[in-house]
């Protein structure tokens, strides 16, 4: 991650926001403790209770975190970044317990709006992945659209293929909705995060970043199938 794309978030109400609309979308804990080795944790729920002013982050396992050492909070969602000190948390089993920081840095909120296509509409886009070894000969991949943007488009992998894609890997978009298109979009991956905790197959949401944008006549298209508009 670079850290310097991060700006501060000013305002404490501009916090709550941000970590509000993150909480769908995971993110990771770590710490670095007296053997200066990091531990990470993936957050797999995110509850915010705005008006108590308080979060609870549940993961896959905090038993090995000290509370003698600070930890770093990294939401996936505009790459949320905070720290706390070894007495603003709290462990219990699987979940940590904080108040919302004061402090905290993210990306700048998208300039485009997102829009989200109905579930039952069974979109799909055809997806190869580059070989991250000299030996990673990686399928091509069907996978569900569930929102697009001018720049980027939302995804869900089912359990089984869960690992296929990794943030940052990079990919050739072939074709959507079966349709190749007249020209394959390079783009990265921007996040994988837990669609929900209790989801038996264990789906992901994947966040895709497109170096072209989708032609005027795919965009528009897309768009007016779209149930919901959302602004970040």
Not at 112 to 139: C, H, I, N
Not at 153 to 176: C, T
Not at 186 to 209: E, I, M, N, W
Request: glycine share 6%; hydrophobic share 40%; net charge positive.
């Amino acid at each position: 991650m670079d850290f310097s794309k991060l700006e501060q978030l000013e305002k404490h109400i501009h916090i709550v926001s941000a970590i509000e609309r993150g909480s769908a979308f995971g993110g990771d804990i770590w710490q670095t403790g007296l053997g200066q080795e990091r531990e990470v944790f993936q957050i797999v729920q995110i509850q915010v209770d705005s008006i108590h002013d308080k979060v609870i982050l549940r993961t896959n396992s905090l038993t090995e975190v000290n509370q003698d050492y600070p930890i770093f909070i990294r939401l996936r969602y505009r790459n949320i970044l905070f720290k706390l000190e070894r007495h603003e948390f709290k462990v219990a089993g699987d979940k940590l317990f904080c108040s919302i920081p004061k402090d905290a840095k993210a990306l700048a909120p998208r300039t485009t709006e997102r829009y989200v296509l109905p579930f039952e509409l069974d979109l799909s886009l055809s997806l190869k992945r580059f070989g991250r070894t000299m030996k990673d000969m990686a399928p091509q991949l069907e996978v569900r659209v569930i929102d697009i943007s001018e720049s980027g488009i939302g995804i869900l992998i089912s359990g089984a293929n869960r690992e296929f894609l990794r943030p940052y890997d990079h990919f050739w978009i072939k074709a959507i909705d079966n349709k190749p298109l007249n020209r394959e979009i390079f783009g990265t991956v921007l996040y994988v995060a837990p669609k929900g905790y209790f989801l038996k197959k264990q789906d992901v949401r994947v966040g895709l970043s497109l170096s072209t944008s989708l032609s005027w006549e795919t965009f528009s298209n897309l768009k007016k199938q779209c149930r919901i508009i959302l602004s970040a």
